[in-house]
């Protein structure tokens, strides 16, 4: 296996989370006892934090507001040994996410990522910057993008020359959100592209694209097509690893979770890590479902 990797660069949404937690099965209009904590959150920095946990270094670029809860947020990565060199701490207000949980899993979430969707031209140029002061020693192993970044920064972004090379992982961040790829050629421009989505979102795009989302795992063979590779969620049944060559699945661990914000994002960023040490891809799919485990059991 692999013992020197590349730094993996994680662009899109950081921001603090406020997750309630029902002990019961809630029903619209319920008000429920539970508890609320406040976490750091987002899914690139989720990414990121997981790839610094399984030893990938990490550089985080999003926009945070220039507010105590930005730096306080700024210090959290750094805790984590991220490097925030790519993070613009310019917005005046830092974003936002709001999720109710009860024992059946994520009831509703609201993402607030105004100052990153308003300012990610910021965001673009602060890369685009610091890729020109490395000076020709500019060598990464994969760029992360998620789809709270909009349309407009990710297609900029790919078009750009300093990244073509590079292999990108797409987490699609939410089924009202993943709708920002359509219009994207991945698979003549990006031939290293994986998309990384749970099961709702695939069949959302399916339905952008105007398909027949009846029976989405017959369509999964469409979105590799568009896509190069898919990796596809479902909750506790079965992972799909799909590209023009080959086909993997596996089974979850059964488990019992006590929560469930951010797993996806926590799949994601150890099965990258996982292949990134020269892991197999069925040895990497297990090896991600394991870590998800530890996580939120």
Known sequence: MNNVVKPVICLGSF?????????????????????????????????????????????????????IEGQE???????????CDLICNISPKTDKYLAIED????????????????????????????????????????????????????????????????PIKIASASSHKIGRLKHIDFTHQYRCTTLYSNRVEAMRILAEYGLDISDVRDKFQILQEKFGRIIVTDGPNEIIDAD????????PPALQPKRFTGAGDYFMGAHIAYELLGYSRMAALRGACNFVRGKIA
């Not at 997750?19 to 990414?47: C, E, M």
């Not at 990610?120 to 990464?140: C, Q």
């Open 73 to 83: 947020l700024i210090n959290t990565a750094k805790g984590f040994g991220i490097n």
């Open 103 to 166: 024992t059946s899993g994520l009831v509703a979430a609201v993402a607030d990522c105004k100052s990153l969707e308003e300012q990610d031209n910021d965001l673009l140029e602060k890369v685009f910057n610091w890729i020109k002061s490395m000076d020709n020693t500019f060598e990464i192993s994969t760029l992360v993008i998620d789809c709270n970044l909009s349309n407009h920064f990710i297609k900029n972004l790919l078009n750009s020359p300093y990244l073509k090379n590079y």
């Open 15 to 67: 921001h603090w989370d406020e997750i309630a937690i029902s002990s019961k099965l809630l029903a619209r209009g319920d008000d429920s006892p539970g508890r609320i904590k406040k976490t750091a959150g987002g899914v690139a920095f989720n990414v990121a934090k997981t790839l610094t946990e399984l030893k990938i270094p990490v550089l985080l670029g999003t926009v945070i507001g220039s507010d």
């Open 244 to 251: 023009s060559k080959d086909n993997f699945k596996v089974v």
